[in-house]
């Protein structure tokens, strides 16, 4: 078995229309040093975004939502399925070396560089263009400083675009794609005719799955199950105080003739009236992916001037926590009581939402004061828009009275993560079972003793442990991690001639998505490949079948002469 990883990245076309040309888009090239890595990330300022759409079939979007002064920038990332909807949305602080750039050049190949006109209707913009080849693969990336985060208008494989620009805004001017025009692959030469052109791989095509894998509970981190514990006790406590206490004043200090009125302020979610968890289906049911929420507010005294009251809503990846959204509640009348609330915007995980409560002190100054939170726990498939994608080739090569046979599977699984997992605290577990079976009668003793000391043994073996913090194995890039999309590749290959038949192929691979807090695997996939030829008669018609996860036929790929 010979694994390898194929670079088929994601390809980025410039699609922004505009009917006014850049000034000065016929210049000199890009005066970004993007032969160096460098990209536009440091020239953006806040509120610049921009619009990717991805082969695959979703969206990705990138706004700059502010600069630091060391020139680190936050920004959002945003993720659209096909249908438009938000499937993903954080907020990212990197610095602009470190800033995601839809294709970054590879130092340890040998670049190609030239300079181009990219035109679109109404636009044109002065590209910078690199290409070098890997694995086989060719591929391409386009330039232009004049597009913020990242500067990338497209990149190309083997002269087809993947990804490309949508639309984006450089200083407040939006530019957009039109209707009318869509990406197309840009012009590549002709090859000349050969008599005997190289077999193509038979290749998947289809949609990717909306969701992937059993719906699953995200494990509360250890901070979350403290402060849900303390602020339990500290809620009853509160609690007893109010129904010990009315009146119109506060907390009273009084010493030595002076006399100090502090105000007391009790604002808490009432659990039993409150969403705990909701199963996946139940938040894909709900209009608005809404939660209901019952709380109290009570003060001492008993009305303070100017009270407001909100509910922060955010959203926990790890230990890391996003501010989503921020409600403005309606304060009741004198003994009213107040309005449980609906709100919408729930995302897959672990989502917390925390009141606080303003009112105007003596001094006029206004005070703020944190009450306490409540956690909402939705179920969610760990993947989105998944993708189990696979290319084979067969080929066959007449050698006097012996044909050599010559099988190449590629595997490629792309999907976005569940919003409560990081990516660092994921890993790939490849597994396979099968069988090689060959006549080797034939053979010379030493050819055949080199053999049998790669003997497969039986069952179901490891073959490779990835995290996807790191991505490789041997040398080998296997996952490629982009923010919360990650993309997996694997191979196998396959070698016999018409000297060893009767020839059996039989295999599979099982994918697994581990996680550090589960003992199971969040998702598990595979790809199996099968063939079985027994007379030279027969190669003229064997062909290898391959099936996958998610592919409704099999893939059946014959061995075409070289």
Not at 282 to 289: A, K, L, N, S, V
């Amino acid at each position: 078995m010979t694994q390898y990883s194929r670079l088929l990245p994601l390809v980025v076309a410039l699609a922004a229309l505009a009917m006014t040309t850049f000034v000065g888009a016929q210049d000199a090239p890009p005066a970004t040093d993007f032969k160096s890595g460098g990209n536009t990330w440091g020239a953006s300022n806040v509120g610049d975004w921009v619009l990717y759409q991805l082969k695959e079939g979703p969206g990705v979007r990138f706004e700059v939502t502010a600069i630091a002064e060391n020139g680190d920038i936050t920004f959002q990332h945003t993720i659209y399925n096909p249908q438009g909807e938000v499937v993903a949305d954080n907020a990212r602080t990197r610095t602009p070396g470190d800033a995601p750039v839809q294709q970054r050049v590879p130092r340890d190949k040998d670049v190609q560089w030239s300079e181009d006109t990219y035109l679109m209707e109404g636009l044109e913009l002065a590209a910078l263009t690199g290409k070098w080849t890997s694995e086989e693969s060719v591929t391409e990336v386009w330039f232009s400083d004049k597009v913020p985060c990242g500067g990338v208008l497209k990149t190309a494989t083997d002269g087809t675009d993947s990804v490309w620009l949508k639309g984006f805004t450089r200083d407040g001017k939006e530019y957009k794609l039109g209707a009318a025009v869509e990406p197309q692959p840009e012009p590549q030469p002709q090859p000349q005719p050969e008599p005997t052109p190289e077999p193509q791989p038979e290749e998947t095509a289809r949609e990717p799955l909306p969701d992937f894998g059993d719906p699953i509970t995200m494990k509360l981190p250890e901070k979350v199950a403290k402060a849900m514990k303390d602020q339990g006790l500290a809620i009853t406590r509160m609690r007893v105080y109010f129904d010990e206490n009315s009146g119109d004043q506060g907390a009273v200090l009084e010493y030595e003739g002076m006399r100090t009125e502090v105000p007391v302020i009790y604002a808490a979610f009432n659990g039993e009236e409150c969403d705990l968890e909701l199963s996946y289906k139940e938040w894909q049911r709900r209009d608005g992916r809404y939660v209901d929420l019952g709380f109290d507010v009570k003060t001492l005294p008993a009305r303070l001037k100017n009270l407001e009251v909100q509910i922060v809503h955010s959203h926990l990846q790890g230990e890391d926590e996003t501010q989503l959204a921020t409600y403005e509640v309606v304060v009741p009348e004198a003994g009213e009581r107040w309005d449980a609330l609906r709100l919408r915007g729930a995302l897959p995980g672990i989502n917390r939402y925390a009141l606080q409560v303003s009112y105007t002190n003596a001094d006029g100054a206004k005070t703020t004061h944190k009450g306490f939170s409540h956690w909402v726990v939705v179920q969610s498939p760990p993947m989105f828009e998944f993708s189990n994608d696979v290319s084979a080739t067969g080929t066959r090569l007449d050698a006097g009275t012996n044909t050599i046979l010559e099988g190449d599977i590629g595997m490629t699984g792309s999907f976005t993560l569940h919003h409560g997992i990081k990516a660092e605290d994921c890993t790939l577990r490849i597994t396979r079972e099968g069988r090689r079976d060959m006549n080797l009668d034939d053979l010379p003793a030493e050819v055949r003793r080199v053999i049998a000391k790669e003997k497969i043994p039986p069952g179901w073996q490891e073959v490779a442990r990835v995290d996807f913090a790191d991505g490789e194995v041997n040398g080998r890039r296997v996952v490629t991690v982009e923010d919360s999309r990650i993309r997996i590749e694997w191979g196998h290959a396959f070698a016999a001639s018409s000297k060893v038949l009767p020839v059996t192929e039989d295999w599979e691979y099982r994918f697994e998505l581990l996680h550090s807090d589960s003992a199971l695997p969040l998702a598990t996939w595979s790809v199996s490949i099968g063939l079985g030829i027994s007379r030279p008669d027969d190669i003229n018609t064997a062909a290898m079948k391959v099936r996958a996860t998610g592919l409704d036929e099999t893939l059946n790929v014959a061995f075409k002469r070289r």
